[in-house]
């Protein structure tokens, strides 16, 4: 079975702080995304990679920015926290072409 | 404007009811997922569908193409079905996703 691991599954944060999400798989996938999941607002896609060093805005890129120096690993980083970046943060990973798709667990970040 | 809209947004159901799960999309796509959350949980992917049907135990997804709508049933309901139900669809323009704000499931014993 594919696998995406997600480092954390909480993680609290105060505001300012650079804030590092680590996501990871472990078949191969060259496509991998980062979403953010909100009430009411439903998945939202931050940013998408779908090469090394290679990355694509998503719909809401603004106060993120990614890193993908290998296949395998694709960071989600928040230069600066800020409180209404509080929410889930679900990885995923699929091959380039195909709709097949895994999620992480998810991290839910809290920045206080 | 929302590319994927599902039906209803909150559903209750008692245990042992058949349930539907609707959803629209406007875009061309070249799959559809229904996705599952569990509360305070990950997203794992129920099915994938590019035409016709799927059946896995109480489980069976539809999805018909012209018409750009996929349904989402589960026979005989258990509490353990309670969780977050997404559908989503990828693009067959490259590769994208776009996702339905969900259906929150209860099941009562």
């Known amino acids: 079975d594919v696998k995406v691991t997600q480092s954390s599954r909480y993680l609290v944060k105060r505001t300012g702080e650079k804030v590092f999400l680590e996501c990871v798989q472990d078949?191969?996938?060259?496509?991998m995304f980062w979403y953010r999941q909100d009430p009411g607002l439903g998945l939202r896609l931050i940013y998408f990679s779908y090469d090394v060093k290679m990355k694509e805005k998503g719909d809401i890129p603004e106060g993120y920015s990614v890193s993908r120096e290998k296949k395998e690993r694709f960071s989600l980083i928040l230069e600066s926290a800020s409180t209404n970046q509080t929410s889930m943060y679900l990885c995923a990973s699929s091959l380039v072409g195909g709709p097949g798709y895994t999620f992480g667990s998810g991290t839910r970040l809290t920045v206080v | 404007k929302n590319e994927v809209e599902q039906s209803p947004q909150n559903l209750t159901a008692q245990e042992g009811e058949f349930i539907t799960i609707n959803c629209s999309y406007s875009?061309?796509?070249?799959?559809l997922h229904w996705l599952q959350q569990h509360p305070g949980g990950g997203i794992v992917s129920l099915f994938m569908l590019s035409s016709g049907k799927k059946k896995h135990g109480r489980l069976i997804a539809t999805i018909n193409i012209q018409e750009k709508h996929s349904s989402l049933h589960i026979t005989a309901s258990h509490p353990r079905d309670s969780a977050v139900y997404i559908c989503?669809?990828?693009?067959?323009?490259?590769?994208?996703?776009?996702f339905g704000t969900g259906t929150s499931l209860t099941v009562i014993p």
């Open positions: 875009v061309g796509i070249s799959a």
């Open positions: 078949m191969d996938h060259e496509n």
């Open positions: 989503a669809v990828y693009l067959n323009t490259g590769n994208q996703f776009y």
